[in-house]
């Protein structure tokens, strides 16, 4: 589609439209040259306030190769085909600089897996939503990011039932494709409790203020001490590398003649009016987690996942999900090379 090529350059840092922000911290970048592109009918603009370069519609062509074999010509046998989400803007960074970064998925993981599990004394064994401290972000963040076995397990059930993790040493994150890899801060607020009865109003746009916003599930759980309301510390924001989509990714990915009309939607609905068939992040072999919490009034365990169906609902986070790995791009990641077609993924480089 669009194609950098290196150059020496030099930049000043100023702030204005969103092609000013995506080019300010990195003017070579991939995402500078999407936003020079402009819109096209499979990468629109959202309508929040950060006004994100989005990738919509049933078979966009945002394929990318991801996690490649060192020293070799990218291609479908030395590579993990990835996809791109969008360019999002106004992220923040570990060092606290703001800017825009590409944001991609695996297209598939290796089996599915709980959000969070635990032992009998907490909650019951059902685990707990706070994803700085679930047991799939220890593991993505430390064991797959690294390509080591550790200390961290796989669970796939209540009372820490184990799941047979995968050979990590072999599908984890090489080196070269670690080094693209942005530490950013990941939103992990939702919507408030009162809202959470009222799914009529949870649209993409909505679900997308609350994932930034200051709600977490803390005191929010009103059972009996100590079965189900268990909650430990909670955040609304965390700082790392590999974390899964926003429910609000998923609703923003709709596109084609139903876009407008399934964005006025609550997304617990896009099982109709074709918007499920006009989603590409939609998986329909699997249900699929994303990092969001659920508020309840019962519990401290439910998360946010897209069904196969179509639909966002909520789950128990001992429950196994797929996984699909989600990470920002570094500022510096340009786009080498391919179309993002099927077959002729973009190539990545530094």
Not at 218 to 226: D, H, I, L, R, T
Not at 254 to 272: A, D, F, H, I, W
Not at 287 to 295: K, L, M, R, S, Y
Not at 328 to 345: F, H, Q, R, T, W
């Amino acid at each position: 589609m669009y194609n950098l090529k290196e150059t020496k350059t030099s930049c000043t840092l100023y702030f204005g439209d969103e092609e000013a922000r995506a080019c300010s911290m990195h003017p070579d970048g991939a995402a500078c040259e999407y936003y020079k592109a402009g819109e096209t009918a499979e990468i629109l603009y959202d309508d929040t306030e950060d006004k994100n370069l989005r990738f919509v519609g049933a078979t966009p062509n945002n394929y990318v190769y991801f996690n490649c074999e060192d020293g070799v010509e990218a291609s479908e046998k030395t590579c993990e085909t990835w996809r791109i989400i969008g360019i999002m803007n106004n992220i923040e960074d570990e060092d606290g600089n703001i800017g825009s970064h590409l944001k991609i998925i695996r297209e598939k993981f290796e089996k599915n897996y709980s959000w969070d599990s635990s032992d009998l004394s907490v909650n019951d064994g059902y685990g707990v939503n706070e994803w700085s401290e679930a047991d799939i972000e220890k593991v993505l963040n430390d064991e797959y990011l690294y390509r080591r076995t550790g200390t961290n397990l796989c669970y796939n059930g209540a009372k820490n039932s184990i799941e047979t993790c995968p050979d990590w040493s072999s599908i984890g994150i090489r080196d070269s494709s670690r080094n693209m890899i942005a530490s950013v801060k990941w939103n992990t607020g939702t919507i408030p409790v009162s809202i959470k009865s009222n799914s009529n109003l949870i649209t993409a746009k909505y679900m997308y203020e609350a994932e930034r916003s200051n709600h977490n599930v803390k005191n929010v759980c009103q059972a009996s001490e100590g079965q189900y309301c268990k909650d430990g510390s909670r955040t609304t924001t965390w700082i790392g590398k590999v974390s899964l989509m926003y429910p609000s990714d998923y609703g923003y990915a709709v596109g084609g003649n139903v876009r407008e009309t399934c964005l006025g939607k609550t997304m617990n609905s896009y099982s109709s009016d074709n918007c499920m068939t006009n989603d590409w992040l939609r998986d329909a072999s699997n249900n699929q987690w994303t990092i969001t919490p659920v508020p309840n009034s019962s519990s401290v365990n439910s998360v946010f996942n897209v069904r196969s169906a179509g639909y966002v609902e909520e789950y128990n986070a001992q429950y196994a999900r797929a996984v699909r790995p989600t990470l920002y791009l570094a500022s510096s990641v340009k786009i080498m090379d391919g179309s993002g077609e099927v077959g002729d993924p973009f190539v990545l480089g530094l």
